[in-house]
């Protein structure tokens, strides 16, 4: 290997100038689109609610409706409380699934105790 005769660098470094250049280049890209992105925005906003029919005279008179009977569901937070209770009950409780043929339902912890006692 020879050693450079510039002392040590190479002589084609890139000039500073170029960078900061380049940086202030793509920032005022950056903010011609925000810019233009807001004008084109707002104008179609302007038109859409120009657009946009008025409201009816009665709308503000009726107030909150509800769908006509028969509603499915009076209280959805009670009904899913209900279903996450009686889903415990099942996980968590004994009871005959088929008492002719002797089967039971155990809680699914202990049902995991005797899987595991059978693989050991």
């Known amino acids: ?15 500073p ?15 011609f689109t925000m810019v233009a992105m807001w004008f084109l925005l707002g104008g179609l906003e302007r038109r859409q609610t120009a657009a946009r029919p ?11 409706r509800l769908p006509p009977a ?14 996450r209770a009686r889903e415990a009950r099942q996980l968590d409780g004994y009871a005959w699934v ?13 049902a995991m105790e005797l899987v595991a006692e059978e693989r050991r």
């Open 1 to 15: 290997m020879t050693k450079s005769p510039h002392g040590g660098h190479e002589p084609g470094d890139i000039a």
């Open 17 to 31: 100038a170029r960078v900061v250049g380049a940086t202030l280049g793509v920032l005022a890209l950056i903010v």
């Open 54 to 64: 008025p409201p009816h005279a009665l709308a503000d008179t009726q107030g909150e």
């Open 70 to 83: 028969p509603r499915l569901q009076e209280d959805p937070l009670a009904d899913l409380a209900a279903l």
């Open 98 to 110: 088929d008492r002719a043929a002797g089967r039971v339902r155990i809680p699914i912890a202990r």
